[in-house]
T-cell receptor, first 115, second 112 residues
């Protein structure tokens, strides 16, 4: 596709369940970012991949959050034992290279609601 | 205190008005400055980005950066109802793969 694709668009889960969110970056893009956007707030950085290497995971809020990008393309963000405070929109962005500032292209996000 | 401060609004203006949106920041390591537009239930869309202090113009949009004051602005001329959205400022340091740090966004409504 032409842009960053995220699935599912909406996810409802009960507290304590595990969820997996998928990101398909723009084809050939080297860098991939995950952000969390709470209601009425700006996105906050979670983690960064360069190809398959996770180079920065300092924004992950707890060890319940785990991200992977095993083949350097599609990425999955997994949240274990979900809590109500995990309810947010999860955004994925990609850039063509890993050089200095590159414009980040965002998907439309996955809206996660924890009941 | 947040690294990036942005007035959340809401801001409501009549069609044709000039809109001024602003952010301040505290991290002097920020070198790249961006403005994103986000429509409801959509991802952020990059409007403009700039590296240096000064003005950058693109159509009806002008981005202004003052690094000495740690202050950035976005001006929208001849605002249109289709400009109604949330505007997010974002910044990053000069390192490869650098994360973006966002303001909380300003909600703008342009009334016909």
């Amino acid at each position: 596709g032409a842009g960053v694709s995220q699935s599912p668009r909406y996810k409802v889960a009960k507290r304590g369940q595990d969820v997996a969110l998928r990101c398909d970056p723009i084809s050939g893009h080297v860098s991939l970012f995950w952000y969390q956007q709470a209601l009425g707030q700006g996105p906050e950085f979670l983690t960064y991949f360069q190809n398959e290497a996770q180079l920065d995971k300092s924004g992950l809020p707890s060890d319940r959050f785990f991200a992977e990008r095993p083949e350097g393309s599609v990425s999955t963000l997994k949240i274990q034992r979900t809590q109500q405070e995990d309810s947010a929109v999860y955004l994925c962005a990609s850039t063509p290279t890993a050089g200095r500032y590159q414009p980040q292209h965002f998907g439309d996000g996955t809206r996660l609601s924890i009941l | 205190q947040k690294e990036v401060e942005q007035d959340p609004g809401p801001l409501s203006v009549p069609e044709g008005a000039i809109v001024s949106l602003n952010c301040t920041y505290s991290n002097s390591a920020f070198q790249y400055f961006m403005w994103y537009r986000q429509y409801s239930r959509k991802g952020p869309e990059l409007l403009m980005y700039t590296y240096s202090s000064g003005n950058k113009e693109d159509g009806r949009f002008t981005a202004q950066v003052d690094k000495s004051s740690k202050y950035i602005s976005l001006f929208i001329r001849d605002s249109q109802p289709s400009d109604s959205a949330t505007y997010l400022c974002a910044m990053s340091e000069e390192t490869s793969g650098s994360r973006l740090t966002f303001g909380e966004g300003t909600q703008l409504t342009v009334n016909p």
